[in-house]
């Protein structure tokens, strides 16, 4: 039994496979790797920590910390499996969610469908009350008409409630009477308040934010209690953190108030170990290749790139989301560039002849065809077993044999015979679509943004990202790969490495010239102060908390700020001045012009509050010494060409070992194809770095 050291163990849970990495933070790390379980996620989770303790013999007890990241969020929106919930908002506002915003996703498409409002017309409720944009009360609440909406809402049956009132950020006075006359009328009522929530302007994208926190609300609510009940069967009681968006973690009772932070809360994690691995490379793109999708992020020397222009449930064009397409959430996420290819990715032909992989995908069940378990489309993990490039019975240690002949007939069949060409064609023809596709989705990361993917480093994941990586670097010219240790796993890892994050932001609308520097200095300590609780409830010391200020700004009738950050810790007018002027450089830089006679405003404040990051060992592997006889297979490689390559299993690779291609590196999680004339090595964290 493990008995020395306590023990933290990460969780992701994906389309396709659950995933669990655990370390006492010394020399022990346990992987595994299971089937989701769509219907019930947390079922999956849970037999993923019962292996754990079972199989490996861990002990329960000496679990100090679960970490965790779920698609649950997405997943809700996408389907639209979402509780009926409440909005109740100022008098004459009720259809904002419907108006929306003047841009459409398809400008010249007359038949436009968009997305249905989360809460119908008959649950949008209007109560009188008026303030300013300045927090001046212009028409008082009316508590009687508050009283009967509340009551309304509670015949119906309705249990999340979102509030949203105008101008609500610049005086959450009414809002807050509202959160007390439900808290005593509808006590059942969950609620969400977008003062609370998201005290920023622009009304439409407040007023969707704070509706899609209250749609999550019950969902995450129901089932972070039900895995918490789980893990305690089990014999764990340790505290549970929750990934977000933003790259840091949460504590699951934080988490249920605020789920609409978690919905990207799983392609973040692999993103943030990738950055653990890359050798302390100042410009990254990570690529995550899971089995339904494709994620890259970058990385160029400050972080990872971060958007507040984010929308949930919209459509893809290619790989840009399009704009208008969705439900806009304005909380910060990382920027990850997203195509619908991966492991399970349906391989097909339509009805011109012309081959296609993805967006669809076999998912867990019934999965590949090669699964055996009752699939019977061809997927790229079918193309690629038929290529040589998987192993039929080392995928998870062997617990996932493979079946070269079902992966054969759902190729021949539905791939070679439609375009009328042989089996190791058609297999090679799904292979360099999905390499495309994949390319197209680094271009978008990189070139899109003015960055030369050239200069930096490729750091490849996700159980199906090695066995490409090598392919796409080729195509986008990049010399370095790194593929860290435990590659299928490394969102788990991530959730490992992450840090306790709060983000806060305040709307002020100020010129920056006259703005009270003793206002926003008070605003700062207010945010702060509030996160300063939680990081203290998450068991971070004070010594251990960092925190980080930012000023939106803005010129005067731009519709869009650029967040300056500000380098000391008490604001000053003169540092306000340096930020007005980094504001016109950056201006310059982002967007080819700066307009130095024009004033500037400051938007919003903004801050972040960290804890201490976490650390693992820095060999996630156990290597043997016993030599094994050197295994081959024959691999086919994108341009056409057969090769009989040498099978070497990873753990048999210690820190320092050189090589070259072509050959397959075979792991518990992933498999890394590297192509001839390529180089490898292996550094003393365990990842293999490879120059094309």
């Known amino acids: 039994m493990v008995g020395r050291n306590t023990i933290r163990v990460g969780i992701d ?26 219907t019930d996620p947390s079922a999956g989770a849970l037999d993923a920590v019962r292996r754990l303790l079972e199989k490996e013999r861990v002990e329960a007890s000496l679990v100090r910390v679960v970490i965790h990241a779920t698609t649950l969020a997405s997943n809700a929106l996408l389907t639209g499996k979402i ?110 308040l977008s003062s ?41 009681r340790a505290p549970l953190f929750v990934m977000q968006s933003n790259s840091g973690t949460v504590l699951s009772r934080q988490a249920s108030l605020e789920p609409a932070r978690l919905i990207e809360s799983g392609p973040v994690a692999g993103a943030v170990a990738s950055k653990f691995y890359s050798r302390g490379s100042e410009s990254l793109v990570s690529l ?44 910060p996420v990382v920027d990850l560039v997203e195509v619908g290819i991966g492991g399970g990715s349906i391989a097909w032909v ?7 992989v993805g967006p669809q995908s076999a998912g867990a069940l019934p999965g590949p065809a090669c699964y055996g378990k009752s699939g019977k489309l061809p997927t790229l993990t079918d193309a690629s077993l038929v290529l040589g490039r998987l192993s039929s019975s080392f995928l998870l240690g062997g617990d996932l044999p493979l079946n070269p ?162 380098r000391n810790r008490i604001i000053t007018r003169n540092m306000v001045r340096s930020s007005v002027r980094y504001f016109h450089q950056r201006h310059q830089k982002q967007y080819g012009y700066s307009q130095q006679d024009k004033a500037v405003e400051i938007v919003n404040v903004r801050s972040y509050s960290r804890g201490k990051a976490g650390t693992i060992p820095g060999e996630t592997s156990t290597f043997e010494r016993e030599k094994r006889p050197v295994k081959k297979r024959k691999v086919w490689f994108m341009d056409g060409r057969g090769i009989e390559c040498r099978v070497v299993q990873r753990n048999s690779l210690p820190p320092g070992t050189k090589g070259k291609g072509p050959c397959v590196i075979e792991d518990y999680d992933s498999t890394l194809v590297i192509p001839p004339r390529a180089r490898y090595m292996v550094d003393r964290n365990g990842s293999v770095s490879i120059a094309v």
């Open 13 to 38: 849970i994906g389309g396709t496979f659950t995933d669990l990495v655990a370390t006492d933070g010394r020399r022990r790390v346990w992987k595994i790797k299971v089937l989701t379980t769509p």
């Open 196 to 236: 609370e929530l998201l005290p920023e302007f622009r009304e439409y994208e407040r007023t969707s934010t704070t509706v899609v926190n209250a749609c999550l609300q019950p969902l995450f609510s129901d089932y972070l209690e039900k895995l918490e009940q789980g893990l305690e069967e089990l014999g764990i």
């Open 288 to 331: 995550d290749v899971g089995g339904t999708t494709s994620k890259a992020g970058v990385w160029s020397g400050h972080g990872f790139e971060v958007t507040n222009e984010y929308e949930v449930g919209g459509r893809l064009h290619g790989t840009r989301r399009v704009e208008g397409s969705g439900y806009p959430v304005r909380f």
């Open 83 to 192: 509780p009926r919930a409440a909005l109740v908002t100022t008098s004459g506002f009720r259809d904002v969610l419907e108006i929306g915003r003047q841009n459409r996703p398809e400008l010249y498409n007359l038949q436009v469908e968009r997305l249905p409002p989360l809460v119908p017309r008959r649950y949008r409720f209007e109560v009188p009350e008026r303030i300013t944009y300045d927090g001046t009360v212009l028409e008082p609440l009316d508590t009687s008409e508050a009283v009967l909406v509340a009551r309304r809402i509670r015949r119906l049956g309705i249990r999340t409630v979102a509030v949203c009132l105008l101008h609500s950020y610049a005086n959450p006075k009414h809002e807050k009477k509202l959160g007390k006359i439900f808290r005593r009328e509808h006590p059942g009522a969950k609620l969400s």
């Open 405 to 566: 002949l079902l992966a054969t007939g759902a190729i021949a069949e539905l791939v070679a015979k439609p375009l009328r060409m042989g089996l190791i064609p058609g297999a090679i023809g799904v292979l360099r679509i999905a390499v495309a596709k994949i390319v197209v989705a680094l271009r978008a990361a990189t070139v899109e943004k003015g960055l030369d993917p050239r200069e930096m480093v490729l750091v490849a994941f996700g159980g199906a990202g090695p066995m490409f990586a090598c392919e796409v670097a080729e195509q986008l010219e990049i010399e370095r790969i790194v593929v860290p240790p435990a590659a299928g796993l490394l969102s788990s890892v991530g959730l490992l490495l992450a840090e306790p994050l709060h983000d806060s932001v305040r709307t002020v609308l100020r010129d920056a010239t006259s703005a009270s520097v003793i206002e926003l200095e008070k605003i700062f300590r207010g945010m702060e102060g509030r996160a300063r609780g939680l990081l203290r409830m998450e068991g971070v010391e004070e010594k251990d908390a960092s925190y980080q200020r930012f000023l939106d700004m803005q010129y005067r009738g731009q519709s869009y700020e650029l967040s300056i950050p500000l």
């Open 350 to 356: 339509d009805d011109a002849g012309v081959l296609h």
